[in-house]
């Protein structure tokens, strides 16, 4: 088989490509053709000269003021930075007909190795729009004269109208995502039945696959990249890492799904804790006795029929993966780390007895009123639960939990995880 890894466009998220790359090189993926749209035509171009190094290194050390002629100083993730970046934008097209991105075309003129681009046995595709006949123009290695590679990069690049038009002879052209951001069918032409495609979810065009005897592996960024138009290393750099993790995800090395862990993790969360889960919940619901009350019947049309039950391995397993993710993210852990089981339970419960004092009447009367989020972050509610869960020894206790269970069940299952690990 000929295998072919595609790139979409995507401007600064095409950080994540690289991560992607670095996870292909772990598992010694070899690759015959690499076919991209703008962002990706540059990051393919790397690819097809084997210079993992050199992508990294730009990437690494990526800036705003590095790709464009206008300063940026204020921090990208403040408001007020984010609309500075929306300002400059909008005065470069209106006023200048794009931004300039003349240090862009710096950076291609020294990372772009001409002579180890056309003898590389790896073959390349990329994809532009003819903005002066309006025509999609697909072009391989074969077909783009050497002392126009450079030219034809940055025009596949030419975010319009974000960026300035590319001028090359006497024919004006734009980004190729106004045709094809994702070129499978580019790939396909070129000879691959083997495709790795990695499509950054960015604006742009997708043309419908036209081949349907192809083996075809998509890897999409699961977590939120940031912006396409914010060039910033600190973005760069974590863009990368989930590259490389949703790679390794995707071939089953890694498991998880917006947070990663370590592989075989999810059978060990089941294996160690499904059963005292679903004891506990038993317990606390009363199964037997209530089967028939209207709460019971509310209950088991959420997921806690199926945790009692514990009688579908991956059911119960999904139910256990969202629940420690849900934790993760409301207890502000990193998503770009890769983290085993004991060490992310020791995170979780470090920052859970971090959890401000609670105010316990008055969280019972919100209950009661139902009106707890308007009092609470869920981070608060999970300690509150947890506490209740912890100290619940008669029956009015178990009642007040399962109230809790039907009206804020996300949290619920939360701090029972974090009860039966701690």
């Known amino acids: ?36 749209t703008s962002v990706g035509a540059l990051n393919g171009c ?11 290194y730009m990437w690494y050390n990526i800036d705003f003021n590095k790709i464009f002629d206008e300063e940026f100083e204020a921090q990208y993730n403040t408001s007020d930075g984010k609309k500075e970046i929306i300002k400059k934008f909008a005065k470069g097209m209106i006023l200048d007909g794009g931004m300039n ?30 903005l002066t006949n309006l025509k ?15 030219d034809y990069l940055l025009a596949s690049a030419t975010c ?77 750099r974590r863009a990368m890492k989930f590259g490389y993790n949703d790679t390794m995800k995707v071939y089953k090395k890694l498991d998880g799904n917006k947070f990663t862990f370590r592989r075989k993790t999810l059978d ?29 019947k509310l209950v088991s049309l959420r997921k806690y029929n199926k945790l009692i039950l514990n009688d579908n391995e991956k059911g119960v397993k999904k139910i256990l993966l969202d629940n420690i993710e849900y934790i993760g993210k409301i207890f502000e852990l990193d998503e770009s780390r890769i983290y085993d089981l004991d060490k992310f339970n020791r995170i979780i419960l470090s920052r859970l007895r971090r959890v401000e004092e609670l105010n316990y009447s008055l969280i019972q009367e919100k209950i009661k009123a139902k009106k707890v989020r308007s009092l609470l972050n869920n981070k608060t509610i999970i300690k509150y639960i947890y506490e209740k869960i912890e100290n619940c020894n008669d029956d009015s206790c178990k009642k007040e939990l399962c109230i809790i269970a039907g009206l804020l069940p996300k949290e619920f299952l939360a701090a029972l995880y974090l009860s039966v690990i701690s």
């Open 101 to 130: 991105v003349s240090k862009l075309e710096n950076i291609v003129d020294k990372y772009v190795n001409i002579r180890k681009f056309y003898k590389s046995r790896i073959d390349f595709g990329l994809v532009t729009v003819n």
């Open 46 to 56: 790397f690819m097809v000269q084997k210079d993992f190094i050199k992508a990294l």
């Open 1 to 36: 088989m000929k295998t072919a890894i595609v790139l979409s466009g995507g401007g600064a998220k095409g950080a994540y490509q690289i991560g992607v790359w670095y996870a292909l090189k772990k598992m010694h993926v070899n690759y015959d053709i690499v076919t991209g």
């Open 268 to 296: 060990a969360i089941y294996n160690r804790y499904s059963t005292n889960i679903s004891s506990s919940v038993n317990e606390i619901f009363n199964y037997k006795t209530q089967r028939k009350s209207i709460l019971k």
């Open 136 to 150: 999609a123009r697909s072009m391989t290695k074969k077909n783009i004269p050497q002392n126009k590679l450079k």
């Open 160 to 236: 319009f109208p974000a960026f300035k038009t590319k001028k090359i002879d006497d024919k004006t052209y734009i980004d190729g995502g106004y045709y094809d951001n994702l070129p499978i069918n580019l790939a396909v032409e070129m000879g691959a039945d083997n495709i790795i495609a990695v499509d950054l979810r960015s604006v742009g065009l997708k043309r419908r696959i036209k081949y349907k005897d192809i083996k075809l592996t998509v890897i999409v960024p699961r977590n939120d990249l940031g912006s396409f138009l914010v060039f910033n290393p600190d973005l760069a």
